[in-house]
Every structure is written in structure tokens, then in C-alpha cells.
């Protein structure tokens, strides 16, 4: 951790004095909380969602994204409970799975992910927020919420 915090830093500065932007590539949403202005989740070699820290962390609006954000550490979290996972295995990239690339192991998934969902807008209030999910936005917060905070269902819902 404290090599992490140092590289961190270096990266920071580095950031500070050149005026550039960095792309980091990363599982670590701590790494991401910490460092980054807007942020692109992908899965399975596709973008799946993408805004800034803000958005991502408190309105996101992809099951991808809802499955990593529920599975950080919380300080306030019964350390004896495993962390939430995301159910089933990631797919191949030489034969993904046909629509929606996260389907196979989404509990909300319908008939309509057999079709590529695009990436579009659907906050009103954030228009460069997009994200790539045939639900719409009502279910999305009412689906998002597992124990009382953001995550992924375990078992598959039922969707209407």
C-alpha cells in the first residue's frame, strides 16, 4: 500500500506539472476513487459506461459497474462476510456472447440484451454520463440497491 500511495503521488504530480491527462488501467476502484476526474468501465472489451468520479460512484447506471462498486471493502462492513462477487466466469473475447457482452452473468437480464444495447445518454442531468443498458433508468435505481447500497444482485430478479 504504501508503494502504491508513493507511485500514486509521482502520478499526481507528474499530472500537476506537465498539464497532461493519464489513462490508468485498473480493477482497483480505490486506485480510481483517489486519482481520477472521469472514468471508463469496460467489460469484455467494450465500454460500458462512462462519466465522471461523481456519476460513477453515485448514480451508476450499468449492472457492470453496480457488481465492482459492491464489491469494495467498507470500512463499516462485517469484515467476517466474503465480499459480494460478481456471479458466474467473464466471457470469451474470441466468441463473446451475443448483445449485451455482460448478459451471461447479469440477474437482470431480458430478452431485449440478445440485442447490442448502445451507448447513450440517459441522465437528464448528465449528458456526457453514458452507459450501455437496455433497462431504463426507474428499474436501474430500484435494482442497484442490494442490502441497502450499491451492488449486484446475487440471485436473478425478475424483470417486467
Known amino acids: ?19 497532461a491527462g493519464i489513462i490508468l488501467v485498473t480493477h482497483d476502484l480505490g486506485v480510481v476513487a483517489d486519482i481520477a476526474d472521469r472514468v471508463v468501465v469496460m467489460y469484455a472489451g467494450r465500454v460500458v459506461e462512462q462519466g465522471t468520479l461523481e456519476e460513477l460512484f453515485y448514480d451508476p447506471q450499468h449492472p457492470y459497474t453496480w457488481g465492482l462498486l459492491g464489491s ?6 462485517d469484515r467476517t462476510l466474503r465480499l459480494p462477487a460478481i456471479a458466474g466466469m467473464p466471457p470469451s473475447l474470441l466468441r463473446p456472447p451475443q448483445g449485451c457482452h455482460f448478459r451471461p452473468r447479469c440477474p437482470h437480464a431480458f430478452a431485449k440484451c440478445k440485442e447490442i444495447p448502445p451507448l447513450r445518454a440517459t441522465l437528464p442531468a448528465a449528458p456526457e454520463h453514458v452507459d450501455r443498458c437496455w433497462l431504463d ?3 436501474k435505481q430500484r435494482l442497484r440497491m442490494v442490502d441497502g447500497r450499491i ?7 425478475v424483470v417486467t
Open 137 to 139: 433508468r426507474e428499474r
Open 72 to 77: 469494495i471493502t467498507r470500512v463499516d462492513s
Open 1 to 19: 500500500m504504501t508503494i502504491q500511495a508513493q507511485i500514486l503521488d509521482e502520478l499526481r504530480q507528474l499530472r500537476e506539472q506537465s498539464g
Open 151 to 157: 451492488g449486484l444482485a446475487a440471485e436473478p430478479a
